[in-house]
């Protein structure tokens, strides 16, 4: 059974930060790729960055230069710095991994809520 965990989320200023995590567990032989999303209300879900194991990370056009995606292989854990926020990145955040324990599966986090506002 694998499980992912996100933490971080809360109220912020506009222009304020906040790190995200998501923390993997469970029988894992290796996590292949890692990557946050989001989805505001009445929005659909979108990709905002992805790490892959050996590539550089990509992000939505939305946050590039505001946010970084990072991984601590030794942790199984993936974090999203989230810096200069506005109140149109209020949203859930979710993160996925495509994860191989018996078989090759993806994986999503339960969500951390962001909101921005004064």
């Known amino acids: 059974q694998v499980q992912l965990v996100e933490s971080g989320g809360g109220l912020v200023q506009p222009g304020g930060s906040l790190r995200l995590s998501c923390a993997a567990s469970?029988?894992?032989?290796?996590?292949?790729?890692m990557g946050w999303y989001r989805q505001a209300p009445g929005k659909e879900r979108e990709l905002v960055a992805g790490?892959?194991?050996?590539?550089?990370?990509n992000y939505a056009d939305s946050v590039k230069g505001r946010f970084t995606i990072s991984r601590d292989n030794a942790k199984n854990t993936v974090y999203l710095q989230i810096n200069s926020l506005k109140p149109e990145d209020t949203a859930v955040y979710y993160c996925?991994?495509?994860?191989?324990?018996?078989?090759?599966?993806?994986?999503w986090g339960q969500g951390t809520q962001v909101t921005v506002s004064s």
């Open positions: 996925n991994a495509l994860i191989r324990s018996a078989t090759m599966n993806l994986y």
């Open positions: 469970g029988s894992i032989s290796s996590i292949n790729a």
């Open positions: 790490l892959a194991s050996g590539a550089s990370a």
